[in-house]
């Protein structure tokens, strides 16, 4: 790995928070179980539209998700739900550890950028809020590229924009599929823990695993100690 590494940070969880959705989702006769539920949903339907060949997006299929979820019958009540939970999606709020993060990998030399399966406005505002956006190169989206991650041409996508071979890029995400996509496609992969989960043995092993942003640069510098 060479120093330093172009860091691309995931969106979705990765930099979201998605806990305040649980309010939404029972303000409107679900329940907070539902949260995971829907994304789950959200993830399978945007894998699915990929490997059929389309170029889906995150925003249609969040929406379509949630209205079969709904228990309001057909009418303007029913929009009213889907708006008010659409609106909390919209501005879910950076975990806490984003900005110490992203001013860490800073700090420690890293390029950075996001790549999301969602639009690049999101992470735009994610790291406004956390007043590191300055410190991010560019925010990326699949939409530019046509199928969401893991799919390679994502990460390649993403080293294209940067201007590396994609052997130079470590992918950081709270999701070991997107490791292990990463990994697949040439990129390095740091799997951002924070639940403490057992990792899916299905799946490559992360090269670096930490438990919050912060710890990634010292975990990086850990991994070029082994590769070297």
Do not use: C
């Not at 740091?190 to 912060?214: I, N």
Request: proline letters at 9%; zero cysteines; glycine letters at 10%.
């Amino acid at each position: 790995m060479p120093q330093p590494a172009v860091v691309v940070l995931d969106v979705n969880e990765t930099l979201s928070d998605l806990s305040p959705l649980a309010d939404a989702f029972t303000g409107v006769g679900l329940t907070a179980a539902d949260v995971p539920r829907w994304f789950t949903a959200v993830l399978r339907d945007g894998f699915a539209l990929s490997a059929a060949g389309a170029a889906p997006r995150f925003g249609a299929i969040a929406e379509g998700v949630l209205r079969t979820l709904l228990p309001a019958p057909e009418g303007p009540g029913r929009e009213e739900a889907v708006r008010h939970v659409l609106d909390a999606v919209a501005a879910l709020p950076p975990h806490p550890d984003v900005a110490e993060g992203v001013r860490a990998l800073h700090g420690a030399g890293h390029r950075l950028l996001t790549l999301s399966n969602g639009p690049a406005s999101t992470a735009d505002r994610l790291l406004a809020q956390a007043g590191v956006r300055e410190l991010v190169e560019a925010t990326l989206s699949v939409e530019d590229v046509g199928p969401w991650k893991p799919a390679p041409a994502t990460y390649r996508y993403a080293a294209r924009r940067a201007g590396v071979p994609v052997a130079e890029l470590v992918l950081a995400a709270v999701h070991p599929w997107d490791t292990d996509g990463a990994q697949r496609a040439g990129a390095a992969g740091a799997w951002v823990d924070r639940t403490g989960q057992r990792w899916p043995s299905h799946l490559r092993a992360p090269d670096a695993r930490v438990a919050r942003l912060p710890e990634l640069p010292a975990a990086l510098a850990d991994l070029r100690g082994r590769r070297g």
